[in-house]
């Protein structure tokens, strides 16, 4: 079973920076499209960004400029570089990955979530 481990979220004032990382592990053949999601309490959970095999990147409106999503194949780690945080990323960060793997062909796995809090 693949499985996705997160690190990196806090308690962070407004203005201050983050950085998740999000690390697949068991034996994969590879991986497609990665990214990053949260999920604010009573909301519904939203694409924050995602990034392609060969690096192209997608961001929400409200993150652009802010926020930068970043993946080591190697590794098979995505990152995402949270920069001038409000109070409004507050929220679960959670990452997914589209894996192909000996076992189980492909599938999307979710990470188990990450607290981000960002105080005024």
């Known amino acids: 079973q693949v499985q996705l481990v997160e690190s990196g979220g806090g308690l962070v004032q407004a203005g201050g920076s983050l950085r998740l990382s999000c690390a697949a592990s068991r034996i994969i053949f590879s991986i497609n499209d990665m990214g990053w999601y949260r999920q604010a309490p009573g909301k519904q959970r939203e694409l924050v960004a995602s990034i392609g095999s060969g690096g192209s990147a997608n961001y929400a409106d409200s993150v652009k400029g802010r926020f930068t999503i970043s993946r080591d194949n190697a590794k098979k780690t995505v990152y995402l570089q949270m920069n001038s945080l409000k109070p409004e990323d507050t929220a679960v960060y959670y990452c997914?990955?589209?894996?192909?793997?000996?076992?189980?062909?492909?599938?999307?796995?979710w990470g188990q979530g990450t607290q981000v809090t960002v105080s005024s």
């Open positions: 997914n990955a589209d894996v192909v793997s000996p076992l189980m062909g492909a599938r999307t796995y």
